[in-house]
Every structure is written in C-alpha cells, then in structure tokens.
C-alpha cells in the first residue's frame, strides 16, 4: 500500500471516532480533528479539544488509539493541539445537521436569533449558560416549551 493510500485510510479511521459528549458527531464533524500525518514511522494524530478543560480528550485519545489497534495500525500518537484555539466554525456542515437533528441547536454567528432544534422557531431564550456538558447552554423554546440544548460558540 502507498503512503498515500495508508495516509487516506489513517485518516478514516480517526475521522470515524465519535465524540463521547457528542455521540452522534464524529471528531472529524466537529472539527476538533486537525491532522493525521506519518511521522518517523509512526501514525500521528493531530486533535484540539473545544475549549482548553474539555474532559473528553482522554477518552477520545484512548478511543483514536483502539481504533488504530484494531486496523492493525501500531504505533499511533495522539497529540493535543492548543493553537489556534478550536472555534466552533470548525463544526462541518453534516456536524451542524447532526446537531440541530439530535435537538442540539448548532452554534450560530455573533448575536444571530437562535432557531428551536424542534418546531424551528425563533422565540427562544436562553434558560442557563450551564447546559448538559461545558460545552451548551440550556434554552427554551416559547412557541413549544421544549427546552433544548444549544452548542456555545467558541
């Protein structure tokens, strides 16, 4: 296999790992996956977590590494990757989709008015800053009364 074609299928197999906070977005959909290179013999994978304590990088470091155990790829490094800071315009387009399809309002530009994840209104309001994980605040919608998470912009 050519370095380019193991190159291609490293990088597959680290884009297809779930975010444990976000399960139905892979690292690759949230834009936390930066880079997957071949480095003096060795797989390495480059990830930044959303914000600097995300409680969630060890666990996708130890599921980046199973995965690459189970292809049969060994060694492979997980290197954290500070800057530049993760933004949340790294979220792909599929990600976002996945998001709003999971309840979980995208994270949306500036002061933008904040669509309900469930009937699409835009009377909503912000209930906490604190949501489900560090990283969404709790909303409400008023047209519902769902209340629903939404993804912080960063």
Request: glycine share 8%.
């Given at each position: 296999m050519?370095?380019?074609a193991s190159?291609?299928?490293?990088?597959?197999?680290?884009a297809?790992i779930a975010?444990p906070?976000?399960p139905?977005?892979?690292i690759?959909?949230?834009?936390?996956?930066?880079?997957?290179?071949w480095e003096?013999?060795?797989?390495?994978v480059?990830?930044t977590?959303?914000?600097?304590?995300?409680p969630?990088?060890?666990a996708?470091a130890d599921?980046?590494t199973?995965?690459?155990?189970?292809?049969?790829i060994?060694?492979?490094?997980v290197?954290?990757?500070?800057a530049?800071?993760w933004?949340?315009?790294?979220i792909t387009p599929a990600?976002?989709?996945?998001?709003?399809?999971?309840?979980?309002a995208p994270p949306t530009?500036?002061?933008?008015?904040i669509a309900?994840?469930?009937?699409?209104?835009?009377?909503t309001?912000?209930?906490?800053?604190?949501?489900t994980?560090?990283?969404?605040?709790?909303?409400r919608?008023?047209?519902?009364?769902?209340p629903?998470?939404?993804?912080?912009c960063?």
């Open positions: 050519s370095i380019t190159l291609t299928r490293a990088w597959r197999i680290a297809d975010d906070e976000l139905m977005l892979s690759a959909d949230l834009g936390i996956l930066r880079d997957v290179r003096d013999g060795t797989v390495s480059l990830i977590p959303t914000y600097s304590g995300c969630a990088m060890s996708i599921d980046i199973a995965a690459f155990a189970a292809a049969g060994a060694p492979v490094h290197r954290r990757v500070l530049p800071a933004s949340s315009d790294w990600g976002r989709r996945k998001l709003a399809a999971a309840g979980i530009p500036g002061s933008a008015p309900c994840p469930r009937c699409a209104s835009m009377e309001a912000m209930l906490s800053p604190f949501g994980t560090a990283c969404r605040a709790l909303w919608c008023r047209a519902c009364g769902e629903f998470d939404r993804f912080k960063h």
